[in-house]
């Protein structure tokens, strides 16, 4: 079945440190691609998307590329700062179709000022 | 209004006890969303309501009670519930019908706690 693997957490940098947050898939089809965000105490919200294969997607300063070659999805920001200290969810979503949102696992991240 | 409002924020309760949760949203959504998380763990899918009709219920035990009285509103009723099933509960709403856009639009979240 289709599946959405992300790396491990929590991760830590300092501010203005470069992120990557790995995510790969499994897919039987030609999913869409999200990266939600959930801040301490709240509920998720829609980060970046990308619907096809080599779209990037951006939004605050984080970009991620859907690579079909790779099947993956990373999330990359190039300064990271304090406010971004949050879990982030990878996504997997075949729209117009009758099935679930599959999420990664989560990887929490800190960031120290 | 592009917020998704859950009521209340905090709740206690015991398992014989019958208590409800509200949502609410006013950007024409038609797709309703029930979603169930634990403390380091994604989101599950419980109940999804599309055009005020549930068309999912992901084998939720009975104990939990979803309705949708129009298609601004989506309840949670609870009744007679464990200490496991302790957790923060999330509504959410997407654009259209189910999954229409993948792009869902969550409220805070209800923290319940069962005693």
């Known amino acids: 079945g289709d599946s959405v693997t992300q790396m491990e957490g929590p991760v830590t940098l300092s501010e203005e440190a470069f992120l990557t947050i790995n995510c790969t898939y499994t897919a039987t089809g030609y999913p869409s691609l999200f990266w939600y965000v959930q801040y301490p105490g709240e509920g998720l919200q829609l980060l970046l998307k990308?619907?096809?294969?080599?779209d990037k997607g951006s939004n605050k300063g984080f970009e991620a590329t859907y690579r079909k070659e790779t099947t993956s999805f990373h999330l990359e920001k190039g300064s990271v700062q304090v406010s971004d200290s949050a879990v982030y969810f990878c996504?997997?979503?075949?729209?117009?179709?009758?099935?679930?949102?599959?999420f990664g696992k989560g990887t929490r991240l800190h960031i120290l000022p | 209004d592009t917020e998704v409002t859950q009521t209340p924020k905090h709740l206690v309760m015991g398992m014989t006890n019958k208590k409800s949760l509200k949502c609410e949203q006013h950007?024409?959504?038609?797709?309703m969303y029930w979603y169930k998380q634990k403390a380091k763990k994604p989101p599950e899918l419980m109940f999804v309501y599309s055009y005020e009709k549930l068309s999912i219920n992901e084998s939720v035990p009975s104990r939990f009670s979803p309705e949708c009285p129009n298609s601004s509103l989506l309840n949670l009723h609870l009744h007679a519930l464990q200490p496991e099933d302790s957790a923060l509960y999330l509504c959410a709403s997407s654009p259209g019908g189910y999954l229409n856009t993948g792009e869902l639009f969550f409220g805070e979240g209800s923290r319940l706690t069962v005693l």
């Open positions: 950007m024409g959504h038609r797709a």
């Open positions: 996504a997997l979503i075949y729209m117009n179709r009758d099935d679930k949102i599959i």
């Open positions: 990308a619907t096809k294969a080599d």
